[in-house]
């Protein structure tokens, strides 16, 4: 059964720390989207990538966010420094892209941050 | 991006069909209507799409108007597991969603 997987699944870390999420997407898979879920904003998306090029990151707060994908089967979210306002659950989605339409995503359990 | 606009929420008895409203006024001729939900403290869970004729899975029912211009997701016989946090989304040609509120579904035994 596969399944987009993401860690930690919890994290508590004291405001100025630098904070790593971790996604692997779904074998085969060619786009993968972050998203940050709160309470007061919702669900908002972060960024996105397709063949692991950056295709828009623009929710993404730039100076202290940033988004990689060091290879097809790991996409990395990191906050340095973090804030108590990064506070929320971050999901990882993935999806096949054919044609530039991408079907369905496959969402992740997340990564709930929390900054004290 | 083309917005959609969902009730904040529905109550529905347990066994009886769910029926969720999405207006969609400014979609497009090749948007796709696709529907999500969120059961708490999961990730969003993909449920059904379409396009412009009205589509059925093992899931749920997707009744579009001609128009295009609103939708229906159906629940045939909802469940308890079938409380949650629905959206109706329009992903874009690069498969961008934008979740709105959703309607919050609360399936009562």
């Known amino acids: 059964d596969a399944r987009v997987t993401q860690t930690p699944r919890h994290k508590v870390t004291e405001m100025g720390q630098e904070v790593t999420m971790r996604c692997q997407p779904i074998?085969?898979?060619?786009?993968v989207f972050w998203y940050r879920q709160t309470m007061m904003q919702g669900l908002e998306l972060l960024a996105y990538?397709?063949?692991?090029?950056?295709?828009?990151d623009s929710g993404m707060p730039k100076d202290r966010f940033s988004a990689e994908m060091p290879d097809a089967t790991l996409a990395t979210l990191k906050i340095q420094p973090s804030e108590p306002r990064d506070s929320a659950v971050y999901f990882c989605?993935?999806?096949?892209?054919?044609?530039?339409?991408?079907?369905?995503?496959?969402f992740g359990p997340g990564t709930r941050l929390t900054v004290l | 991006d083309a917005k959609t606009t969902q009730p904040t929420s529905m109550d529905c008895a347990e066994g009886r069909a769910a029926n969720l409203p999405c207006n969609h006024s400014?979609?497009?001729?090749?948007?796709?209507v696709y529907w999500y939900r969120q059961i708490h403290s999961q990730g969003p869970q993909y449920i059904i799409h379409?396009?412009?004729n009205n589509e059925t899975n093992e899931m749920a029912s997707l009744i579009i108007t001609e128009d295009r211009k609103s939708s229906t997701l159906i629940l045939p016989h909802a469940t308890l597991r079938d409380t949650a946090v629905y959206y109706c989304?329009?992903?874009?040609?690069?498969?961008?969603?934008?979740f709105g509120q959703g309607t919050t579904l609360q399936v009562k035994p």
């Open positions: 989605a993935s999806g096949l892209s054919t044609s530039g339409n991408t079907d369905e995503q496959f």
């Open positions: 074998l085969g898979h060619n786009t």
């Open positions: 990538f397709r063949n692991r090029a950056p295709l828009d």
């Open positions: 400014t979609i497009s001729g090749n948007e796709y």
């Open positions: 379409g396009l412009k």
């Open positions: 989304t329009l992903p874009s040609n690069t498969g961008k969603l934008i």
